[in-house]
């Protein structure tokens, strides 16, 4: 009987152990996905701090203040930091990526032209004439909040005349193209403008047989 007693006695303890190691064993949960945050329009030259939001397999939500890689997809657009600080460059969309173990998440970061106060218009090749049958592209720099920009794609292209035979401008890019054909000396001014405050800055150009 007391053999009996033993065994049944150590099963029991044997039972409780049990219970109590299963009821204080603990996993980790397991990051799911991650969100990134905010999706804003910054200006040039102006910082937003970034946060990343990680959801896990238990349901739960946690925001991820370590361990978070940060990426942009345009750095000519947005730089961002190692802690998430993304700083605008020069105006466009860049897409911000927050990275952990094997998730990852992003946002879209709007950059505008902040504090623009001249627009200097040159030749990307430096000429001030070209022969009817070429092209030559057209660069604007901007000067905002006391760095020099690239704006000529977030510009408005045009000539002075507007209307020139044989010869025109991509409103969008600024590349003036010309064919081949006429013989006289054109003079004219290619002119970009920033719609949104109306600086302009021109260049005198020749276009020639």
């Not at 996905?33 to 030259?45: A, D, L, N």
Request: glycine share 12%; charged share 10%.
């Amino acid at each position: 009987m007391q053999a009996c007693k033993t065994v049944g006695t150590s099963i029991t303890l044997l039972a409780i152990v049990l219970g109590l190691g299963c009821e204080g064993f603990f996993v980790d949960p397991v990051l799911t996905g991650i969100t990134v945050g905010p999706g804003v329009t910054i200006q040039t030259g102006t910082t937003v701090q970034m946060s990343a939001v990680g959801t896990f397999n238990d349901g739960s939500q946690k925001r991820l203040s370590s361990n978070v890689f940060w990426s942009s997809g345009s750095p000519n657009v947005a730089t961002v930091s190692s802690s998430g600080i993304v700083t605008g460059v020069a105006p466009g969309q860049s897409q911000i990526t927050g990275s952990s173990e094997t998730v990852s998440g992003s946002a879209t970061v709007t950059v505008t032209i902040g504090g623009l106060t001249s627009i200097q218009v040159t030749a990307k090749d430096g000429l001030t004439n070209i022969t009817y049958g070429s092209s030559e592209q057209f660069i604007a720099t901007g000067t905002a909040n006391g760095h020099q920009i690239d704006i000529t794609n977030s510009v408005s292209w045009s000539t002075n005349p507007s209307s020139i035979p044989s010869v025109s401008i991509d409103s969008n890019t600024g590349l003036l193209t010309t064919t081949s054909g006429p013989t006289d000396v054109v003079q004219f001014e290619v002119i970009a403008t920033d719609q949104s405050t109306g600086i302009s800055d021109a260049l005198n150009f020749t276009v020639r047989p």
